[in-house]
């Protein structure tokens, strides 16, 4: 299993256009082949977004056709910087 974490830091405090968007941005990886994703709020204008695939190779297969369009459209505009993204391979997990 791999693992993606971005940490996407808001020109605003997070509201309801940030959290539709996120909303929409869900909906739309679970169509694709991501295994799991959460958002994790961590701050009055941060996020973290936390994606596992079943390999490496689907996350970079996935991040180019859905992830990058998609934070392009909905989430980039509202960022303020760039997003801070770490990836790896998942060496514990609750699942057993």
Do not use: K
């Not at 990886?29 to 977004?49: D, F, K, P, Y």
């Amino acid at each position: 299993m791999f693992g993606v974490v971005n940490r996407l830091t808001f020109t605003q405090p997070i509201d309801d256009e940030v959290l539709a968007r996120l909303d929409t941005a869900t909906a739309r990886m679970r169509e694709s082949a991501c295994r799991w994703a959460h958002i994790v709020q961590t701050g009055e204008r941060e996020v973290h977004l936390v994606i596992l695939f079943e390999s490496e190779e689907e996350a970079a297969e996935v991040t180019e056709r859905v992830g990058g369009p998609l934070m392009r459209e909905l989430i980039v505009p509202l960022l303020d910087g760039p997003t801070d993204r770490r990836a790896g391979p998942v060496i514990a997990s609750t699942d057993g």
